[in-house]
C-alpha cells in the first residue's frame, strides 16, 4: 500500500486479557519499527526490526509484550495480561535501512477497562 | 543513551506570526535530528531531518531547522505560521550508525489564532 497501515485502529479490551496488534508496513522496507504514545510517557521505542536481524527488543517495559514479523514484513505486536497502565497509542514505522527518517502508520489506540 | 528536550510544552501564537520551537539533545556522538508533525487526528508525519551538510535544512511546509552542534540544538521555525499550522510538534533523535530507534521529546502543541 501506500502507507504503513495498522490494525484495529482502536481496541478496547479487559484488564487481564490478552491484544495483537498488527502492523503492515510500506512494501519493500526492511526496518519495522513499534512505538507507544501515551499520555504520561510521551513516545517511546518498543521494538526494532530489520531484515532477519535479531530484533532488538530493548524498549519492550514487561516480559508481556512479544512481538514477531512473520516474512519480513506483518508484524504482530502481543501484550499479554493487559494492565491498565498499557493503554496508549501504539505505533508502527517503517523505513529502508539506507533511509534517515521513519514513516509512521495512524497507530491503534488501546483501552484496556 | 541519547535524550530529547522540549521547552515549549504549548505555544500560542496569531496568524502571520513567527515560530520557533526549541530542541535539545543530550548524546555524545554522531546523530541524525528530527521534526515530526501530528495534525489533530491525524498520524505523525515527518517534517525534516538532519543527518549531514548543511545545517541550516528546509522542509515541508515553510518550515526550517537549523542543527548547531556546539549548542547540541535543533530548533524549528517559521517565518509566518498559518491556522493549519496548529498541531503537535515531536523533535527526535537517531543515533548514527547505531540501531535505528528514534528518541522524542515530549512534544510542543502549537495552536495557531486565526
Known amino acids: 500500500g501506500a502507507g504503513v497501515s495498522q490494525s484495529p485502529s482502536n481496541k478496547v479490551t479487559e484488564k487481564g486479557k490478552d491484544v495483537e496488534l498488527r502492523c503492515d508496513p510500506i512494501s519493500g522496507h526492511t526496518a519495522l519499527y513499534w512505538y507507544r504514545q501515551s499520555l504520561g510517557q510521551g513516545l517511546e521505542f518498543l521494538i526494532y526490526f530489520q531484515g532477519n536481524s535479531a530484533p532488538d527488543k530493548s524498549g519492550l517495559p514487561s516480559d508481556r509484550f512479544s512481538a514477531e514479523r512473520t516474512g519480513g514484513s506483518v508484524s504482530t505486536l502481543t501484550i499479554q495480561r493487559t494492565q491498565q497502565e498499557d493503554s496508549a497509542v501504539y505505533l508502527c514505522?517503517?523505513?529502508?535501512?539506507?533511509?534517515?527518517?521513519?514513516?509512521f502508520g495512524p497507530g491503534t489506540r488501546l483501552t484496556v477497562l | 543513551a541519547q535524550s530529547v528536550s522540549q521547552h515549549n510544552h504549548h505555544v500560542i501564537l496569531s496568524e502571520a506570526a513567527s515560530l520557533e520551537l526549541g530542541c535539545n539533545y543530550s548524546y555524545g556522538g554522531t546523530v541524525n535530528l528530527f521534526w515530526y508533525v501530528q495534525y489533530p487526528g491525524q498520524h505523525l508525519q515527518l517534517l525534516l531531518k538532519y543527518f549531514s551538510g548543511d545545517p541550516l535544512v528546509k522542509g515541508i511546509k515553510g518550515f526550517e531547522a537549523e542543527f548547531i552542534k556546539s549548542k547540541f540544538s535543533f530548533n524549528l521555525r517559521k517565518p509566518s505560521v498559518q491556522w493549519s499550522d496548529t498541531a503537535e510538534y515531536f523533535c527526535?533523535?537517531?543515533?548514527?550508525?547505531?540501531?535505528?530507534?528514534?528518541?522524542f521529546g515530549s512534544g510542543t502543541q502549537l495552536t495557531v489564532l486565526p
Open positions: 527526535a533523535v537517531e543515533a548514527s550508525g547505531s540501531a535505528r530507534q528514534l528518541t
Open positions: 514505522a517503517s523505513s529502508l535501512p539506507s533511509q534517515v527518517g521513519q514513516f
